[in-house]
């Protein structure tokens, strides 16, 4: 079944309504707090469905069937290391960020450390959050490629000016609200294509279980099995999970935005923690699409051999859905890419002026100036994050295992900033920003010289910048003053 002109006019009708509606946020768009924090009144369970939709975007909906589709369900054991995360970060991070009027994650740590490594996070978390981004962007190409076969970066261009629309009007209310919505739409869809899957199998479930078991065990969750270079087994997820999450929920901009626009602490500790609960659920269901559609295409080979994994579960929408539906759920997946993009763009956009323009270009500008700044920076940052995604099309790997290694590698170094800050009272910035650059180095060489699982990445980098953070604070302390700035 191709993908008809019925699909097609679902999918523009869709991507110009949810640009239309996110732009009607604008009107109460007056002040940098409406802007960049939603006013701080967005409810709960609205920021909880909207940073599980900034986490995992369009790379879980179609990267993460391709992972179970070659291998089995152990990536859930990464999971396990997110839930842990977010009790870690809900309790330790959460009660100094609304200790005061912050907009962002950075200006924490210049209360403790000073404006030095104010600016090196927030500078680490633009780099990071760009390339990270665009890897994500990219993963929107593989969709468009598959159903327009040519004019990948023409139609990203498209996709790109509709998201950038609705983010420079609306603001993080429009993130938000609009999140919610292509979260709900791109879950039912995919439980819709799961069923029709399943019915299309001769033998439905118990075909799929035969095969499954056949291929080597494919329901697997669980391997205790330990080794440094395998990235899915149960120490290496727990514990790398743990810091991955905690850094990406803790440190990375994107997300702290999306906590802090809560009412109160606990309603913040609260949309955070019910995040894990959707989080396993959702990546439940894309694994086990992934291990159905193994079956499916044992039955059905397709036409022409997958030539990446991330192609599998996009190829199934686009050629075995009914007319509409199949419409239905590309524009949501389009949409999922276009509401990480918005909240990635509002993020960099809140960073670069709320730690970098405003302190340093106009401190004491009005926000009507401010408000006009964060739109060009949004552009700026949109024209680099498209950029970095046509060029991520010619890299041959998964994009979600991608990005979360982009994202691995300075995460270390940011949270073991974080935790040098919050956990002792001795620690200076001089030490901090040594055992930052001791991590990079580190990892440097890991990466260049070793075949180390990413998934140690964030933990290995926090271990290294804390210890040597540590060991250099007492070597070669500062002034108490200095020292201490809570």
Same mark, same amino acid.
């Given at each position: 079944?191709?993908?008809?002109?019925?699909?097609?006019?679902?999918?523009?009708?869709?991507?110009?309504?949810?640009?239309?509606?996110?732009?009607?946020?604008?009107?109460?768009?007056?002040?940098?707090?409406?802007?960049?924090?939603?006013?701080?009144?967005?409810?709960?369970?609205?920021?909880?469905?909207?940073?599980?939709?900034?986490?995992?975007?369009?790379?879980?909906?179609?990267?993460?069937?391709?992972?179970?589709?070659?291998?089995?369900?152990?990536?859930?054991?990464?999971?396990?290391?997110?839930?842990?995360?977010?009790?870690?970060?809900?309790?330790?991070?959460?009660?100094?960020?609304?200790?005061?009027?912050?907009?962002?994650?950075?200006?924490?740590?210049?209360?403790?450390?000073?404006?030095?490594?104010?600016?090196?996070?927030?500078?680490?978390?633009?780099?990071?959050?760009?390339?990270?981004?665009?890897?994500?962007?990219?993963?929107?190409?593989?969709?468009?490629?598959?159903?327009?076969?040519?004019?990948?970066?023409?139609?990203?261009?498209?996709?790109?000016?509709?998201?950038?629309?609705?983010?420079?009007?609306?603001?993080?209310?429009?993130?938000?609200?609009?999140?919610?919505?292509?979260?709900?739409?791109?879950?039912?869809?995919?439980?819709?294509?799961?069923?029709?899957?399943?019915?299309?199998?001769?033998?439905?479930?118990?075909?799929?279980?035969?095969?499954?078991?056949?291929?080597?065990?494919?329901?697997?969750?669980?391997?205790?099995?330990?080794?440094?270079?395998?990235?899915?087994?149960?120490?290496?997820?727990?514990?790398?999970?743990?810091?991955?999450?905690?850094?990406?929920?803790?440190?990375?901009?994107? *997300?702290?935005?999306?906590? &802090? %626009? !809560?009412?109160?602490?606990?309603? +913040?500790?609260?949309? $955070?923690?019910? =995040?894990?609960?959707?989080?396993?659920?959702?990546?439940?269901?894309?694994?086990?699409?992934?291990?159905?559609?193994?079956?499916?295409?044992?039955?059905?080979?397709?036409?022409?051999?997958?030539?990446?994994?991330?192609?599998?579960?996009?190829?199934?929408?686009?050629?075995?859905?009914?007319?509409?539906?199949?419409?239905?759920?590309?524009?949501?997946?389009?949409?999922?890419?276009?509401?990480?993009?918005?909240?990635?763009?509002?993020?960099?956009?809140?960073?670069?002026?709320?730690?970098?323009?405003?302190?340093?270009?106009?401190?004491?500008?009005?926000?009507?100036?401010?408000?006009?700044?964060?739109?060009?920076?949004?552009?700026?940052?949109?024209?680099? *994050?498209?950029?970095?995604? &046509? %060029? !991520?099309?010619?890299?041959?790997? +998964?994009?979600?295992? $991608?990005?979360? =290694?982009?994202?691995?590698?300075?995460?270390?170094?940011?949270?073991?900033?974080?935790?040098?800050?919050?956990?002792?009272?001795?620690?200076?910035?001089?030490?901090?920003?040594?055992?930052?650059?001791?991590?990079?180095?580190?990892?440097?060489?890991?990466?260049?010289?070793?075949?180390?699982?990413?998934?140690?990445?964030?933990?290995?980098?926090?271990?290294?910048?804390?210890?040597?953070?540590?060991?250099?604070?007492?070597?070669?302390?500062?002034?108490?003053?200095?020292?201490?700035?809570?």
């Amino acid at each position: 079944m191709a993908f008809s002109r019925i699909d097609l006019a679902v999918v523009i009708a869709y991507v110009i309504a949810i640009t239309a509606f996110g732009a009607r946020f604008r009107k109460g768009q007056r002040t940098l707090h409406d802007y960049f924090l939603g006013g701080r009144r967005l409810p709960w369970w609205a920021i909880t469905l909207s940073i599980v939709c900034a986490e995992t975007s369009i790379l879980t909906i179609i990267s993460t069937p391709g992972i179970a589709y070659r291998s089995n369900l152990g990536f859930l054991q990464l999971v396990f290391g997110y839930l842990v995360a977010r009790v870690v970060v809900s309790f330790l991070l959460i009660p100094r960020y609304f200790a005061g009027e912050l907009f962002t994650a950075y200006q924490l740590i210049e209360r403790r450390f000073g404006h030095g490594l104010r600016l090196f996070t927030a500078g680490m978390f633009l780099i990071t959050r760009a390339l990270a981004e665009g890897v994500r962007v990219f993963a929107i190409s593989i969709v468009i490629a598959i159903i327009f076969k040519t004019g990948v970066a023409a139609s990203l261009l498209i996709i790109f000016a509709l998201t950038v629309l609705y983010t420079l009007e609306g603001g993080l209310a429009a993130v938000i609200w609009t999140d919610v919505i292509q979260l709900s739409i791109y879950i039912a869809g995919t439980i819709v294509a799961l069923f029709l899957a399943l019915h299309a199998i001769p033998g439905g479930w118990g075909e799929v279980a035969r095969v499954a078991q056949a291929a080597g065990g494919k329901f697997t969750v669980l391997n205790f099995h330990f080794d440094w270079n395998q990235p899915y087994l149960f120490w290496t997820g727990l514990v790398g999970g743990m810091f991955l999450n905690t850094a990406s929920h803790g440190t990375d901009q994107m *997300i702290v935005q999306q906590l &802090l %626009a !809560a009412r109160t602490r606990r309603q +913040s500790q609260g949309a $955070l923690l019910a =995040t894990g609960i959707v989080v396993l659920l959702q990546f439940t269901l894309f694994l086990i699409v992934g291990v159905v559609l193994y079956a499916f295409y044992q039955h059905f080979p397709p036409l022409t051999p997958f030539s990446r994994p991330d192609e599998v579960y996009p190829t199934f929408v686009i050629t075995r859905l009914p007319v509409g539906l199949c419409g239905l759920l590309t524009a949501a997946i389009l949409a999922a890419g276009m509401a990480n993009l918005s909240a990635a763009l509002n993020s960099l956009a809140s960073t670069s002026v709320m730690d970098f323009y405003k302190p340093f270009a106009r401190p004491n500008a009005d926000d009507s100036h401010y408000l006009r700044v964060s739109r060009v920076v949004t552009l700026i940052w949109g024209a680099v *994050i498209i950029t970095i995604a &046509l %060029a !991520a099309q010619y890299l041959q790997r +998964s994009a979600l295992e $991608l990005a979360l =290694t982009v994202a691995s590698v300075p995460y270390g170094s940011m949270l073991g900033i974080f935790l040098l800050g919050v956990l002792t009272r001795r620690a200076t910035s001089r030490g901090a920003l040594i055992g930052a650059l001791c991590s990079l180095a580190t990892l440097g060489y890991i990466i260049r010289s070793t075949s180390i699982a990413w998934t140690w990445y964030v933990a290995i980098g926090t271990v290294v910048t804390f210890v040597v953070g540590t060991v250099v604070s007492a070597a070669w302390p500062e002034s108490e003053a200095a020292t201490v700035r809570s």
